[in-house]
């Protein structure tokens, strides 16, 4: 018998940075992310269990990609103690991303939970159990297995926000898994606008795998961590209330600045952000200045530059992007994405 499962589900962008990690994908700071909404995966997987001699198949847009196949199989090497029909499963797998690879969008975030979700899915349908998507347990579960997968990927199963990491004073937080934020974070957050100004669609040329690296033995590596968890602190109470945006915006801007810092200044250190990405800042700096209008951006392990707002500022925010940031994005491209629901069985 073969079973499917189908999910679609979005990328993250964290406001307060993973970036440094120990055993396998266990931050060594909390994060706090919004969760996308036009930018996700859609993934369809089916499974057979029982196989005498099971098969990956991995395609991307229905054509085969044995190149994405390893990464794949070390994954499941690394779960199969939690899913006992999956290394004697014949697995085909279909993907496909709505934005264009090398945008600089985590797509192992989207796509790492959208694999999670259908290995959850695809273990409840085995073991004939049912309605277990209302369940807590089941969620932090798939955030668990999202986690082993690319870390990050952990925060991309709930919708609007989420937490990942101990933070003190907030119980149920853990390394292992995200937290669902969506209930502690003000209604105006909930549909507050991510543009995503793609500076350089080169490929990444430093993988994160080697940028966590570079904080163990880093001269700030104490610290950032002690930075990051008062920085958490900050943005949880400033996104409680809609009248704390200043404070919000302080804090994510620092956030992104420190990541780059901290990458500038390692043992062996790397320079992501381009000179278009300082222009975009500076730019929004004077923008914010002259209108109030409370517009911030954050940054990804790369040039592309995220702009973060509320929804009542669509208008005006797209016209300065089209008048005055365009000419800084290559081709003239950007994305319009924006706090979403989470993902959705499909
Ligand atoms: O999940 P990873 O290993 O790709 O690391 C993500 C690191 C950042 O994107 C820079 C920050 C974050 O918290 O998402």
Request: overall charge negative; glycine content about 6%.
């Amino acid at each position: 018998m073969t079973h499917i499962s189908s999910w679609r589900s979005p990328s993250n962008i964290a406001l307060i940075k993973y970036w440094g990690k120990h055993g396998i994908q266990l931050p060594n700071n909390p994060s706090l992310s919004f969760t996308l909404s036009a930018c996700h995966t859609d993934m369809t997987m089916h499974v057979t269990p029982g196989s005498s001699n099971p098969q990956l198949n991995v395609l991307y847009d229905g054509n085969e990609r044995p190149a994405f196949e390893p990464k794949i199989k070390s994954f499941f090497n690394r779960i199969a103690d939690q899913l006992p029909w999956l290394l004697q499963s014949s697995i085909m797998i279909d993907s496909i991303n709505t934005f264009p690879h090398g945008a600089g969008i985590a797509s192992s975030a989207s796509s790492m939970s959208a694999m999670a979700l259908c290995l959850m899915d695809i273990d409840s349908q085995v073991n004939a159990r049912t309605d277990e998507l209302k369940n807590a347990a089941w969620w932090n579960k798939v955030s668990e297995l999202a986690r082993l997968g690319s870390g990050s990927a952990c925060r991309s199963v709930f919708p609007v926000a989420a937490l990942w990491g101990e933070v003190s004073g907030i119980s149920g937080s853990s390394n292992s898994y995200a937290t669902p934020w969506a209930d502690h974070v003000s209604s105006i957050y909930h549909d507050y606008q991510d543009s995503i100004l793609v500076v350089s669609n080169a490929e990444k040329s430093v993988s994160s795998t080697e940028g966590h690296e570079l904080m163990s033995g880093h001269a700030y590596e104490e610290t950032r961590y002690a930075e990051a968890r008062k920085n958490i602190h900050t943005l949880i109470e400033s996104m409680k209330t809609e009248n704390a945006i200043d404070q919000f915006i302080s804090v994510c801007e620092s956030e992104a600045l420190q990541l780059h810092a901290l990458m500038m200044s390692g043992k062996k250190p790397f320079v992501l952000i381009e000179p278009a990405s300082i222009s975009i800042i500076k730019e929004v700096w004077r923008f914010r200045n002259e209108t109030n209008i409370p517009v911030c951006f954050t940054l990804d392990a790369g040039p592309n530059v995220h702009l973060l707002y509320p929804a009542s500022y669509k208008e005006s925010v797209l016209g300065w992007i089209k008048t005055n940031l365009v000419p800084f994005c290559a081709d003239g491209f950007f994305i319009l994405d924006e706090v979403g629901t989470g993902p959705q069985k499909i």
